[in-house]
């Protein structure tokens, strides 16, 4: 009866505790939706998880500067956990220095999973779901297979903003779209012209800057365009 007593008081216990997470966290749209997520389905956020790249002092993907991001994870009131990759690294260093950064996220802050944006793409799901099984920590997906038309627009509908910072030139004209806030008109041309509305195939990248979730939204100015790989237009977001 004793041993029976404790057993059912330590499940409980375990059932009561909120799972620790950590959002890999872009700075744009989809890493909000997924933290909003997380958050109303219980779970407790740790932190945001970025990676940003030596020696320029930007978010790898989206090349925003390291002042905008710290605003903005001040704004909504959560720490960055901050991975540092050398330019152009390899997938090996990559990997190596986030199964670092994973580890100690688990073993120093107690992070059960990492929340990911993704919504429909199998081969990049596939990919964090291989990489992450011998860490201990679970890769979580919490948009998964909803429309990303709908995605967007309820992104809207909260109330949220943000701005389109990087555009793929294969897939979308930066004269036409970098630079431009997120809004309904703007999914109703991606849309009609056959691209996906959440950019999930990397047509475009945004920055999110403000809403509900951030305590003041967080200001800047627009700078140069920047090409990379004769591709990727970069516009530069400088804070005010």
Not at 31 to 40: D, E, I, P, V
Not at 104 to 126: A, K, M, P, S, T
Request: charge should be negative; glycine fraction near 8%; hydrophobic fraction near 40%.
């Amino acid at each position: 009866m004793i041993w029976s007593t404790l057993f059912i008081t330590g499940f409980r216990r375990l059932a009561a505790r909120r799972m620790k997470v950590a959002v890999s966290w872009s700075t744009g749209k989809d890493s909000l939706m997924a933290l909003l997520r997380a958050l109303s389905s219980g779970k407790e956020v740790v932190c945001l998880l970025t990676t940003l790249t030596e020696g320029y002092n930007r978010v790898t993907m989206h090349g925003l500067r390291r002042e905008l991001l710290h605003a903005q994870s001040s704004s909504i009131g959560l720490p960055v956990f901050e991975v540092w990759i050398p330019p152009n690294a390899p997938n090996e260093v990559y990997e190596e220095r986030m199964g670092r950064a994973l580890t100690e996220l688990r073993e120093r802050h107690g992070v059960d999973g990492v929340v990911f944006g993704d919504i429909w793409l199998e081969d990049v799901r596939r990919y964090r779901e291989e990489r992450m099984r011998e860490t201990g920590v679970e890769p979580l997906f919490p948009l998964w297979g909803e429309d990303p038309a709908g995605l967007v627009e309820e992104f809207l509908r909260l109330g949220y903003r943000a701005v389109i910072n990087v555009v793929d030139a294969s897939q979308l004209d930066p004269s036409r779209f970098l630079g431009r806030t997120i809004t309904f008109e703007l999914i109703e041309e991606l849309s009609a012209s056959g691209k996906d509305p959440a950019g999930e195939r990397g047509e475009y990248h945004t920055f999110a800057y403000d809403g509900p979730a951030f305590s003041r939204p967080v200001a800047f100015r627009t700078g140069d365009v920047v090409v990379r790989d004769g591709r990727f237009h970069f516009v530069d977001l400088i804070p005010v």
